[in-house]
């Protein structure tokens, strides 16, 4: 059995544009103070918008100066947060506190920088190209304040911040960790504004949710949560804000930008979220909704609100983005916190912008639902809901209290097995110089992807949409009305969609902010592959995306498995997907990472079916193998100003945690399949620790040389042929191990089936 | 018809829009099942039209977007030589 923990909220820390820290933004935020006004970082004169909500703070003043945007508003929420819960960073404490932080667009500030220079003839700032991936924000923010526990960055878009918080509760409960800095952190940037200025999806004056509904107003900024298990908080004397009870996370199946019309992937999460804090949605009394202020999403989320709560006449509801903008991976983050406030201090804040005229209308809208208009209301609640609905149809929810789970003490423990593989995978090519996927259109067609919908998938989705199609069918399973929903998703990826991100913003360099293309925009955001797959396939449950380095292969694996720990899935697709093109190409090079001394770059995509034991039962599944451990460690010993190193007992660790939960001795072993990837210094380092740990002889395999550094993909790989060994007798047990950016590493311990 | 201008569309739905070239003919239905367009695409072509036009396509019908042919009608109707 595992103990479902308390977890408590000790400490907040906010910045967006209606205040610097979590108070003024509170108090803003309950006297209805907009922080939009007209945009300053960028040109819009060509646009027909011309609104934003930038935080007034210049990147400069923001963490010395030293990171891209969006990790700078990042690290100055996180060290209000840290100020305000008492942790003594330089503590021993501080080696074990976590950093799971998520972001939609990461590093566009740098992308644009980055592609500029080149544009004016320069070579591009080696610092703005570190920048630009999401896989490096959670690591820079842990490595500034010195925290020493396991990161990880979400970036399933707009949801992006409550699945953070989500994620937090899961590795607490799941004993990986017993306190984290939660949120998610956006910067004000061009590639955004073009892209839903071309979507004809912001409003040309400030955005009015729940109300006009005429499209949003971006805005930025960052919100991080101090979430912390109940003992750890007492222990340490820590004041406490709230619990945070439960979560829920679900996938519309629908559309890559639109919500579904009927609300039901919005019903869904929501009702996931109440029953997984032991609650009934009579007990909700506060909802700060997504309200982006787009007439689809508003209309559908008027309906889930109505539906959800029918019965409930208590429960009241608005929409803080009329105010802070929409701050993409960083709102739900930043509406936790008002949510947080709200619910302790007993004042709930308004939407803000309606006239009388308006009130009419919307009092016919809310039905029994309270929406809050223009004032705050002061009432005291114990239970109040944080959601978001994304892009790649994307939901996710989270519910606090003033007092601790009534219900649930304890959950079941699952054996887990790998029932499917998928793989796709790179070839070399003596043309390019690095190993590339033949993905063609007939593949897919045979497949039954049809032309219409295959061609509005970019590179990494193809990818990701081939392995996930041929894992189910290697699992034999087929998506169905009655398994829709205990199936989810978890994508792991390096670097996401680069080529699509970097092609946009030489668009809008070369072209102007407002000529970005509709077509493409979507494929920017990191978890349009994750969408596309739950399209496509029909998958209705969890869907998270990862993108923390090469190790997110195996950090995938080691969510997915959370996921189903707890009861949300009975499935999960775990996977791993980089691209390789020329973007990723030029990209790598000028890293110097590629090429003579380095590795050669290659592609492709994973996918893992991990299911519970009653549920292959049930199916009389095929068995690869079985989980018998996986972990996820990570330190600041060595230089933390060097994102890039390496640390021993880091990896030790990981591997010690593994063979512990396995209950095996490292001679139980038979095989490691290892990261290597043809850099000496990485490889010589690796054999050392397994060296030293196992034994001279242990036999590491290795598939980079194969198949080129890959990288999440690469770490799938490496779990999967692991998986195959075994069941076809080529090992007994063995693990896989993979690293990623601040010396964390993940490794995953499989045994026979 | 002008050919001209047809080419020029369909070179424009072949690379903003990823439509296979092979699959797309003058007469294709393009919100038809086959090409499978949708409200985003029909963003895509009003901004190329414009691009290669200098044809506002905003005053245009569902009937002007049907096919490669309708919409060099489109074209030829409103372009300013």
């Known amino acids: 059995m595992l103990d479902v923990k308390r977890c408590v909220i000790t400490g907040l820390g906010l910045v967006c544009a209606i205040g610097n820290d979590t108070d003024e933004c509170f108090e803003s935020a309950l006297n209805g103070r907009s922080g939009i006004a007209d945009v300053k970082c960028f040109d819009t004169s060509n646009c027909y918008s011309h609104k934003g909500a930038e935080v007034g703070l210049a990147t400069g003043e923001l963490a010395k100066g030293k990171y891209d945007r969006t990790t700078a508003l990042g690290i100055k929420a996180a060290g209000e947060a840290i100020a305000d819960s008492g942790l003594d960073m330089n503590s021993e404490a501080a080696s074990e506190i976590g950093v799971i932080l998520g972001s939609c667009i990461a590093g566009a500030a740098s992308v644009e920088k980055y592609y500029r220079d080149k544009e004016n003839g320069g070579k591009g700032s080696i610092d703005d190209l570190k920048a630009i991936p999401a896989s490096v924000i959670a690591g820079n923010v842990a490595d500034y304040y010195k925290a020493g526990g396991i990161t990880a960055n979400i970036v399933n878009a707009c949801a992006a911040g409550t699945l953070s918080v989500a994620l937090a509760i899961d590795l607490i409960r799941g004993g990986k960790g017993e306190i984290f800095l939660a949120g998610g952190c956006d910067a004000f940037a061009s590639l955004p504004f073009s892209g839903f200025h071309a979507l004809k999806a912001l409003d040309a004056n400030e955005c009015s949710p729940f109300n006009h509904s005429e499209g949003i107003t971006l805005g930025e900024g960052a919100g991080v949560l101090v979430v912390e298990s109940y003992e750890h908080a007492v222990k340490r004397g820590a004041k406490i804000y709230c619990d945070v009870l439960g979560s829920g996370v679900s996938s519309d199946a629908y559309h890559i930008t639109a919500p579904r019309p009927d609300g039901e992937g919005q019903m869904s999460v929501i009702r996931r979220a109440v029953d997984n804090s032991g609650l009934t949605a009579n007990d909700i009394e506060y909802v700060n909704a997504h309200g982006t202020g787009t007439a689809k999403n508003d209309e559908a989320e008027f309906l889930s609100l109505k539906i959800c709560f029918e019965g409930n006449d208590h429960v009241y509801a608005s929409s803080t983005k009329s105010m802070t903008g929409h701050c993409l991976g960083a709102a739900g983050a930043i509406e936790a916190v008002l949510t947080v406030k709200a619910l302790t201090e007993g004042k709930l804040p308004p939407t803000t912008g309606y006239t009388e005229e308006d009130l009419g209308v919307l009092k016919e809208k809310a039905g029994a639902v309270n929406f809050i208009a223009n004032k705050p209301v002061r009432k005291d609640i114990n239970y109040a809901m944080s959601n978001s609905f994304a892009f790649g149809g994307n939901n996710a929810s989270i519910v606090f209290a003033k007092d601790p789970n009534p219900v649930k003490n304890t959950v079941r423990k699952y054996d887990l097995y790998v029932t499917g593989i998928g793989a796709v995978t790179g070839e070399y090519s003596e043309e390019t110089g690095d190993y590339r996927a033949n993905i063609d259109a007939d593949t897919f067609k045979s497949y039954g992807v049809k032309t219409a919908f295959l061609r509005k998938l970019d590179r990494l989705s193809q990818l990701q949409l081939l392995s996930g199609i041929k894992a189910l069918e290697d699992a034999g399973i087929t998506v169905n009305e009655d398994n829709e929903d205990l199936i989810g998703i978890c994508i792991g990826t390096s670097d996401g969609p680069m080529t699509e991100i970097a092609n946009f913003q030489k668009g809008i360099i070369r072209d102007g902010v407002d000529k970005g293309s509709a077509f493409a925009f979507p494929n920017t955001v990191y978890n349009a592959a994750g969408g596309y797959l739950s399209i496509f396939t029909g998958i209705k449950g969890y869907n998270v995306t990862i993108a923390n380095g090469n190790q997110s292969g195996l950090q995938s694996i080691c969510a997915a498995s959370g996921a189903i720990l707890f009861g949300y899935e009975d499935i999960m697709l775990a996977t791993g997907t980089d691209e390789c093109t020329e973007i990723d190409d030029g990209l790598y090079s000028d890293l110097g990472l590629k090429g003579k001394g380095g590795f050669t770059l290659g592609e492709g995509s994973v996918t893992c079916v991990i299911e519970k034991d009653s549920s292959a039962d049930a199916r009389g599944a095929k068995r690869y193998a079985k989980i018998a451990g996986f972990s996820s460690v990570r330190d600041t010993s060595g230089d933390t100003a060097n994102n890039q190193r390496m640390s021993e007992a880091a990896l030790t660790k990981a591997l010690e945690n593994v063979l512990a939960e396995a209950g095996m001795k490292p001679e139980d072993i038979s095989c490691i399949y290892g990261f290597g990837n043809g850099i000496d210094k990485i490889d010589v380092f690796e054999m050392e620790v397994y060296k030293k740990i196992f034994s001279d002889n242990i036999e590491v395999r290795l598939v980079k040389q194969d198949f080129g550094e890959a990288r999440a993909a690469s770490a799938s790989l490496q779990f999967a042929m692991l998986a195959k060994d075994i069941d076809e007798g080529r090992a007994a047990n063995g693990i896989a191990v993979s690293f990623g950016t601040s010396a964390l590493y993940s490794a995953v311990l499989l045994t026979g089936a | ?81």
């Open chain 2, 1 to 81: 018809m002008s050919n001209e201008i047809a080419e020029k569309i369909k070179g424009m739905l072949v690379e903003r829009l990823r439509i296979p070239a092979d699959e797309l003919e003058y007469d294709s239905e393009l919100f038809g099942e086959d090409i499978g367009l949708d409200s985003i695409d029909s963003i895509e072509i009003v901004v190329g039209i414009e691009n290669l036009f200098g044809v506002d396509l905003s005053g245009a019908s569902k009937e002007d977007f049907r096919s490669i042919e309708t919409l060099t009608a489109y074209v030829e109707a409103h372009k300013e030589d």
